[in-house]
């Protein structure tokens, strides 16, 4: 087959795609990346070939323009929430979400590629498009070319399942096609080369899913969901040598997010706050902290390091607890690595509801960055280190991973999806 990988310029959410990608090339598939051209050298990096297209989107310049005087929280308030009951989503709130998120976010990264996408599609003809939860523009370019296509979920599926309660609610209200912002916008996109909106331009015809069972949200849309073990991959790499040896105290890695403080201009807590508090424990502390904010500590203890990155899945296995930001690649590869955690998400997208999944699965614990302080960050920490239950709870959603096939052996099931959508369009 030929298939097609699909993101918007986003490094952290291609690396997630990167080992079912070298799955389908070992098992001997044409595979090809597009996105924009920043990612392309990222691409190339992980040994994949770089289809550059379109112009490069202005998502982080735009949020940081607005976010002074229009808090991002407030822009969504939807998805944070996503694990509520569904009486608790009102009408009103769901229709002003999707006015609120569409012209901001969705447009503003999907815009500048379609055209050339679907471009390319056309030349190239892939028999499968795989593409991240918010690049629309992927979905638009497979049916153009007649492709089969499918999402690949970097996280707790907060799309379809608020997707799933707003038709709902639509349809109880008696809405119609300006009610959905969302809608509206991927019908002028698509109608621009030759395709009609359906539902499946928002949801996929299937979607590709590696959050374990313990993670996902009940309740959710009845989708066609092909589950795939999380394989850790964060890049380019090279194994410091203090990573060789055994750690004398228990070790604490502080994760609260490198890129985003880098496209964001810094974290959500007090970086200082939480590392002077943590540091007061028994631990051995790592912390990973851009450089632009490690210029900001003042003092750093003796028993803290300061890095500016470290791989992931070669730290975490060496870690007795980790204070997150509630990244789902953070999440996920500490909890491959059955290691508790302490998620301290920002109110914004599915950060919170991510780290009340961890805390419902006892792997750990959540707390919302605008109440975390370092004391309270400290005696988090101290309760994953001093009460077994979290590092059972962490293993047994490890095992739930590892029980999931590999992504070698999902390669086999993308061939009969594609047959039968094929089948379905013949």
């Not at 323009?65 to 929280?73: I, K, N, R, Y």
């Not at 608790?88 to 050339?116: C, H, I, Q, S, T």
């Amino acid at each position: 087959m030929r298939v097609l990988i699909v993101t918007h310029a986003e490094r952290s959410h291609f690396l997630g795609m990167v080992p079912l990608a070298w799955a389908l090339v070992t098992a001997g598939h044409d595979v090809r990346v597009a996105s924009q051209p920043e990612l392309a050298p990222v691409i190339a990096a992980a040994g994949l070939p770089a289809v550059p297209v379109g112009r490069e989107h202005s998502f982080w310049r735009v949020l940081n323009t607005f976010s002074a005087f229009d808090p991002l929280a407030d822009r969504l308030p939807l998805f944070g929430r996503a694990d509520r009951p569904d009486e608790e989503f009102g009408w009103e709130e769901l229709k002003d979400g999707y006015r609120r998120v569409v012209p901001w976010w969705w447009r503003v990264l999907n815009d500048p590629m379609v055209a050339d996408l679907t471009a390319f599609c056309l030349h190239w003809r892939p028999d499968l498009v795989i593409w991240d939860p918010t690049t629309y523009a992927a979905p638009i370019a497979a049916r153009a070319a007649g492709a089969a296509h499918a999402r690949h979920m970097w996280g707790v599926d907060v799309l379809a399942r608020v997707r799933a309660v707003f038709l709902r609610r639509r349809d109880e209200a008696g809405g119609g096609p300006a009610d959905d912002a969302l809608a509206g916008w991927l019908s002028r996109r698509a109608a621009a080369h030759g395709v009609e909106f359906t539902e499946e331009l928002v949801t996929g015809q299937f979607t590709i899913d590696y959050v374990p069972p313990s993670l996902r949200l009940p309740g959710g849309p009845p989708l066609t969901r092909v589950p795939m073990r999380y394989v850790p991959h964060n890049g380019r790499s090279v194994l410091p040598a203090w990573l060789r040896e055994p750690p004398e105290r228990p070790r604490v890695c502080l994760c609260l997010g490198l890129s985003a403080a880098e496209r964001s201009g810094g974290y959500a807590v007090s970086m200082a706050e939480v590392v002077e508090a943590v540091s007061a424990l028994d631990v051995e502390v790592v912390a990973l902290v851009s450089p632009a904010a490690g210029e900001r500590l003042v003092t750093v203890p003796g028993n803290v390091r300061v890095v500016p990155f470290a791989p992931l899945h070669q730290l975490l296995p060496t870690c007795a607890a980790v204070v997150d930001h509630g990244g789902s690649a953070t999440v996920l590869n500490t909890l491959a690595h059955a290691v508790p955690q302490l998620v301290v998400a920002r109110p914004t997208f599915c950060e919170p509801v991510i780290g009340r999944r961890v805390t419902a699965a006892g792997a750990g614990l959540d707390l919302p960055s605008e109440e975390a302080t370092g004391e309270l960050v400290r005696d988090a920490v101290r309760r994953l280190l001093a009460e077994p239950g979290f590092a059972g709870a962490s293993a047994r959603v490890r095992a739930e991973m590892v029980a999931m096939p590999s992504p070698n052996a999902v390669v086999a099931e993308l061939e009969e999806q594609v047959e039968r959508h094929r089948a379905v369009s013949a």
